[in-house]
């Protein structure tokens, strides 16, 4: 099927690792893509081709990709780490959209 | 350093038409896909299209094919938004996003667009 799924939210104690999830069919053949996204602020990329950080962001965050499932770890987890974390992949369709993730409500406890 | 700078909120009626603008700054704005994003408590993010502005090649997710317009200035380098006939449905934020690759790299800072009698 032509969507991607994640947990709704996951909560992780300051200093703990975490693992958000994405799955969908598209994952076995396209690299995931990761956006962090804080209350009132557009999404920011954290992670892209699986497994490569933007200049500026923390190199706890490390991602991951097995079959259908891409996984965006963090190591070390920051009350600033808070946030919704949206996955996205690219889709079979030619219009060169992706599809995203319904989101993860991270809470750091 | 590249910037998405996006036009203000909007508080609209159903049935009028509007326009947001995205104005691009920091790169070469005809080299990239630009696009616009939706976003709304219960459906998350969504891709509606993208524009290429280089020659204008235009692509729509089949959810907002027919419903707006996507199009890109390269003499301004401004992305625009479009629609004919709005909807309370449509009341959202809207982002425009550069892709780079096949993915998002560059956002703007969202327009909230609110559609209300």
């Known amino acids: 099927s032509s969507e991607v799924t994640q947990d709704p939210a996951v909560s992780v104690a300051v200093g703990q690792t975490v693992r958000i999830t994405c799955q969908g069919d598209s994952l076995r053949s396209y690299y995931a893509t990761w956006y962090q996204q804080k209350p009132g602020q557009p999404p920011v990329l954290v992670m892209y081709g699986n497994n490569n950080r933007p200049s500026g962001i923390p190199d706890r965050f490390s991602g991951s990709s097995s079959g259908n499932t891409a996984t965006l770890t963090i190591t070390g987890a920051q009350a600033e780490d808070e946030a919704d974390y949206y996955c996205n992949s690219r889709d079979s369709s030619d219009n060169g959209l992706g599809l995203f993730g319904g989101g993860t409500k991270l809470t750091v406890l | ?117």
Not at chain 2, 14 to 33: D, Q, V
Not at chain 2, 86 to 115: E, N, P
């Open chain 2, 1 to 117: 350093e590249v910037q998405l700078v996006q036009s203000r909120a909007e508080v609209k009626k159903p049935g009028e038409s509007l326009k947001i603008s995205c104005k691009a700054s920091g790169y070469s704005f005809f080299s990239y896909w630009i696009g616009w994003v939706r976003q709304t408590p219960g459906k998350g993010l969504e891709w509606m299209g993208i524009v290429y502005p280089g020659d204008s090649d235009t692509k729509y997710s089949p959810s907002f094919q027919g419903q707006v317009t996507i199009s890109a200035d390269k003499s301004i380098n401004t992305a625009y938004l479009q629609w004919s006939t709005l909807k309370s449905s449509d009341s959202a934020m809207y982002y425009c996003a550069r892709r780079t690759g096949w993915y998002i790299d560059h956002w703007g800072q969202g327009t909230l667009v609110t559609v209300s009698s």
